[in-house]
């Protein structure tokens, strides 16, 4: 918050529940996921769009979002290390 806040960001967050709140603000998708609703369960399956959003128990059940609807995975080399 203070390395935001010299660059001009004007933050001042007193919690980790604001910087929750705020992500809820900025993303519908985690809307309905407050703190109370979290501590009141053993997690809630996202996107949840509003505090009685019933959540969404099981995503991509029609597909992903590729040309063939199959999920795309990728393989890659972790980077090479450098002796210096």
Known sequence: ???ANRMG?????TSAEDIWNEVRRTLPIFAGASYKRLK???G???????ETHPETPRLYTEGFAFHDRR???IPIEPPKTVQV
């Open 9 to 13: 960001a004007k933050w001042s967050y």
């Open 71 to 73: 999920a795309s995975f």
């Open 1 to 3: 918050m203070e390395l």
């Open 40 to 42: 009141n369960s053993y």
């Open 44 to 50: 809630i399956f996202w996107p949840v769009y509003s």
